[in-house]
């Protein structure tokens, strides 16, 4: 199981973009979806879903949050017809970001918002040269720009496996934006990639619930860590949910969170969803106990 999976957060359209996102890559799929009922914003549709490989989530619960290009997917390809034809597929009622061409730093890339609000970056790199095929990139702005080297080493701190791979640095004059620093870098968590960088420009947007990480831990003492090392801000904290310092959400949830919420009868779940409904801090003992009706 991935330790980091991301989670992105819709509005109604959680179900309808899952199901356009898994046409766009090989080795994808719907893995299970399900409605998580009586919560503060409905009935909510739920959705597993795996792209290119790699575990994603994804909720449709009200419109209380909105995706943004703070974090957006990097979808690295060796086939430029390939890179073409999924631009061409993000760009239907999207917007662009960033026209899909040849720059100093990429043969072809190309950054797009899809029509549901998701930021997505895409670009040709060598066979030999791709690691993974779709990476988590930040874009620190606004309050947060100029952190990106600081997030980056302290999430190395926290996690396991970290590691640096590159950094680069803008030049004098080469960021309008005065806090940016670092033009590109890119680290490892747990055996996920991520890149990020400070925005060039000052921007209106910043980090939100609409894309967040949800970090998968195997009893109370890892949620207990990572809590503690990442809820900095305590009005964010909420059903398992908490904020860092640098304004990155995080989902701290048991390893076997789909079994303890979406399995067994419908009495079942829902006393579970009373129960961390009830929460801050996830306690697995009281969710099973919730489960089991004790």
């Not at 029509?115 to 990476?135: E, P, V």
């Not at 960088?197 to 894309?211: K, R």
């Not at 195997?218 to 809590?227: F, G, H, S």
């Not at 067994?264 to 089991?292: C, P, W, Y």
Request: proline share 4%.
């Amino acid at each position: 199981m991935s330790k980091i999976i991301p989670h992105l957060w819709f509005d109604t359209q959680a179900i309808e973009a899952t199901r356009f996102y898994v046409t766009l890559f090989e080795d994808s799929r719907i893995d299970e979806m399900t409605v998580i009922k009586n919560t503060p914003s409905g009935d909510c549709d739920f959705v597993n879903f795996t792209l290119a490989g790699h575990a994603f989530s994804a909720i449709s619960a009200g419109p209380h949050f909105t995706l943004n290009p703070s974090i957006s997917l990097t979808a690295v390809f060796d086939d430029p017809q390939k890179l073409h034809d999924v631009f061409e597929k993000l760009s239907e009622k999207g917007k662009e970001l960033m026209p899909l061409q040849a720059y100093p730093f990429c043969p072809l890339y190309g950054w797009i918002e899809d029509r549901y609000g998701l930021s997505w970056q895409l670009m040709l790199l060598n066979k030999g040269d791709i690691t993974q095929k779709i990476i988590y990139s930040f874009l620190f702005s606004k309050d947060h720009n100029g952190l990106s080297e600081k997030a980056a080493r302290y999430y190395m701190e926290v996690f396991e496996n970290g590691k640096m791979n590159m950094i680069e640095y803008y030049q004098p004059n080469e960021a309008k934006a005065p806090h940016a620093k670092v033009k590109y870098l890119n680290f490892e968590l747990a055996g996920h990639q991520f890149s990020a960088m400070d925005n060039a420009f000052d921007a209106d947007y910043d980090f939100n619930e609409g894309f967040s990480f949800m970090v998968m831990c195997n009893d109370q003492a890892e949620i207990d860590y990572y809590w503690e090392k990442l809820s900095h801000v305590e009005e964010a904290e909420q059903c398992g949910w908490c904020k860092d310092r640098f304004g990155v959400s995080w989902q701290i949830v048991p390893s076997n969170w789909d079994d303890v919420l979406f399995n067994g009868s419908e009495e079942e779940r829902a006393r579970v969803t009373e129960a961390f409904l009830q929460m801050k801090k996830f306690d697995i003992a009281e969710l099973m106990r919730a489960h089991k009706g004790v």
